[in-house]
């Protein structure tokens, strides 16, 4: 079964600086998705970018980008220039592409999360 | 626009009583839809799925049970609450893109006393 680890309980950043989140996950599939969600304090899950594993270009999202390393299974999140809104926590998540009848491919598997502070 | 909506936002209840968490889908038709349960300090956990009316899958054995009776409604529910069910429940549906992402309701918050 596939795994998602976030080894970051929680992070902190100053406002208008950067920082990365860490994601890796453990597979033996080739062809995957992976996602970054973001539960503020409202706990609406957002999502905030995805990354299809065939693809080696790093997706971007405004001020979200990833640092996708296929060969590494690394998934890492960075938000430039961050805002107080940014406050929140932080999944990333984890599904197969292998086609599967009944809907079961489309599950994501969650990693437990970072909790995100941004200091004025 | 595809609008997830849940209720009730909050619960309280003793154990031992029934539960009935429902979640209803706007602008989208047979979708695909999901259960979630997020417990204090963890990630999330997938409960049950559903790919058309009557049909659920179950993915972990527990206290919990799911139906759809309708396109576009999916209900959790369950018989009698432990304490244990307690948590924060979530519903999502499946996008219609290629990466197939989750769309998530805005969440139900069950606490058993």
């Known amino acids: 079964a596939q795994t998602v680890t976030q080894s970051q309980p929680e992070m902190s950043v100053q406002e208008a600086e950067t920082v990365t989140l860490s994601c890796t996950y453990d597979?033996?599939?080739?062809?995957?998705?992976l996602f970054w969600y973001k539960q503020p304090p409202s706990r609406q899950m957002i999502l905030v970018i995805r990354q299809e594993a065939y693809k080696q270009q790093n997706a971007t999202e405004n001020r979200f980008s990833v640092n996708f390393q296929k060969a590494a299974k690394s998934f890492s999140l960075k938000i430039s220039d961050s805002q107080l809104g940014d406050a929140a926590m932080y999944f990333c998540?984890?599904?197969?592409?292998?086609?599967?009848?009944?809907?079961?491919?489309?599950?994501?598997?969650f990693g437990k999360g970072t909790l995100l502070t941004v200091n004025p | 626009s595809q609008t997830i909506h849940q209720w009730p936002a909050t619960l309280v209840q003793p154990v031992g009583s029934p539960l009935s968490l429902e979640c209803t889908v706007e602008?989208?038709?047979?979708?695909?839809l999901y259960w979630y349960r997020q417990a204090a300090g963890r990630g999330l956990q997938l409960l049950f799925y559903?790919?058309?009316?009557?049909?659920i899958s179950s993915e972990v054995p527990q206290n919990l049970s799911a139906s759809r009776p309708q396109d576009r409604q999916f209900i959790l529910s369950s018989k009698k609450l432990l304490l244990s069910d307690s948590g924060f429940y979530l519903c999502?549906?499946?996008?219609?893109?290629?990466?197939?992402?989750?769309?998530f309701g805005e969440g139900s918050r069950l606490t058993v006393l």
């Open positions: 998540a984890y599904r197969s592409g292998k086609m599967n009848s009944g809907g079961s491919n489309y599950k994501l598997t």
């Open positions: 602008g989208t038709s047979n979708p695909n």
């Open positions: 597979t033996s599939e080739s062809d995957y998705y």
């Open positions: 999502a549906r499946r996008g219609a893109g290629r990466t197939g992402e989750l769309f």
């Open positions: 559903s790919v058309g009316i009557g049909q």
